[in-house]
């Protein structure tokens, strides 16, 4: 009889410690190679910082968070397949990512389907939350970015006629095409010429020709930073002199490193600046350059909050059941990201300021602060 009760007890012992090292594992689905592997990558180590800070200060529910990453490959079809893995062989409680909107709306409803909570750091297309109850999103809207931005061009920058170049191949840029035309011509300008491209075209004499012919007050590109580096820089190369304007999609150091002086003057969209000096975002960038060796990007910064604001989820929560973690989640208000503070709405959307940056001797700058 001594004998069982004391191998009772250390069963009893090796369990307990067993559950208390155990970790809660949270899943990623980014670009982390490919045509936008940047922004898979700085969402990335926005959400590696996040919990490394969070284990090394304990952990949540006395539990380390385990990050389970996998890799879409900028490729369409591949988010759809990570999801299903992380879900059915790896057992995450949720899932970070998509960073993309295409990536987020293959994938999105699987993770709906098995009730698994996915925030996505940077994913801006209004359908993506439509999807169902557990997916949210800590950046702001395409609609939102791309109204904000026709006001600033009508009323800031003066502009009565725009010309836009849209890439058909991606649904973000797509939809903000539409939100920037609404507003532009409600605010009383026109919209005189429209051309297109796709993702991956490096050639785009084509479509600039006739914007040079037309002579536009601005061109407006909502696309992502690998083409439209290339779009500015032929475009000055052909004399054509105007602001071009963008979309969150340009806010990456290579959009400079590509493009050189050609993008000064030009301005976007954006969700951060590492030159806030508020200190939550001080201590993010200070953190961020110690660990990488590297400013922080937007997303890197909408990574780190996405993560935190899944782990604060799990804490409130008391739980790492994937349901209690989604209820817990959506109640999220007045979170203090380094990307502002964020609060859900009732389609689990982010109410958040949002920013205007120009391009200036080769920096990002701040031209304009935008409220929620």
Request: hydrophobic letters at 40%.
């Amino acid at each position: 009889m001594p004998v069982r009760l004391l191998s009772g007890s250390i069963f009893f012992l090796q369990l307990t410690v067993a559950l208390a090292t155990s970790s809660i594992k949270v899943g990623e689905v980014d670009p982390l190679s490919g045509g936008v592997s940047q922004f898979g990558i700085g969402c990335h180590q926005g959400y590696v910082l996040a919990f490394e800070q969070i284990n090394a200060a304990g952990g949540i529910l006395g539990q380390k968070i385990e990050l389970v990453t996998e890799d879409d490959q900028s490729k369409p079809g591949q988010s759809a397949t990570a999801v299903r893995k992380l879900i059915t062989q790896d057992k995450v409680v949720a899932i970070l990512g998509d960073a993309t909107s295409s990536a987020t709306l293959e994938s999105a409803p699987i993770a709906q389907s098995d009730k698994i909570p996915m925030i996505t750091p940077t994913a801006t297309n209004p359908r993506i939350t439509d999807v169902g109850d557990f997916i949210f999103r800590v950046c702001f809207l395409d609609e939102f970015q791309g109204r904000v931005l026709a006001r600033f061009a009508r009323e800031k920058l003066k502009a009565q006629k725009i010309f836009t170049l849209t890439d058909v191949k991606q649904d973000y840029s797509v939809d903000l095409l539409k939100f920037f035309k609404d507003e532009f011509t409600s605010l009383g300008g026109s919209i005189i010429g429209e051309q297109s491209y796709s993702t991956g075209d490096t050639d785009f004499r084509a479509q600039l020709t006739p914007i040079r012919v037309a002579r536009p007050d601005a061109v407006y590109v909502p696309g992502y930073y690998q083409e439209v580096a290339l779009i500015i820089k032929q475009g000055r190369q052909i004399g054509l002199r105007m602001p071009f304007i963008g979309c969150d999609g340009w806010a990456n150091q290579a959009l400079i490193a590509i493009g050189g002086k050609a993008i000064d003057g030009c301005f976007f969209t954006n969700h951060f600046s590492p030159d806030d000096q508020t200190p939550v975002v001080k201590s993010f960038v200070t953190n961020y350059q110690q660990k990488y060796g590297a400013m922080p990007d937007t997303f890197s910064a909408l990574g780190y909050d996405a993560a935190r604001v899944l782990a604060e989820g799990i804490r409130r929560a008391g739980s790492s059941n994937s349901q209690a973690v989604r209820d817990a989640v959506s109640q999220t208000a007045g979170f203090q990201g380094v990307t502002g503070q964020i609060s859900f709405d009732a389609k689990r959307n982010a109410s958040k300021p949002g920013l205007i940056v120009t391009v200036k001797d080769g920096r990002f700058e701040v031209a304009e602060k935008i409220p929620p």
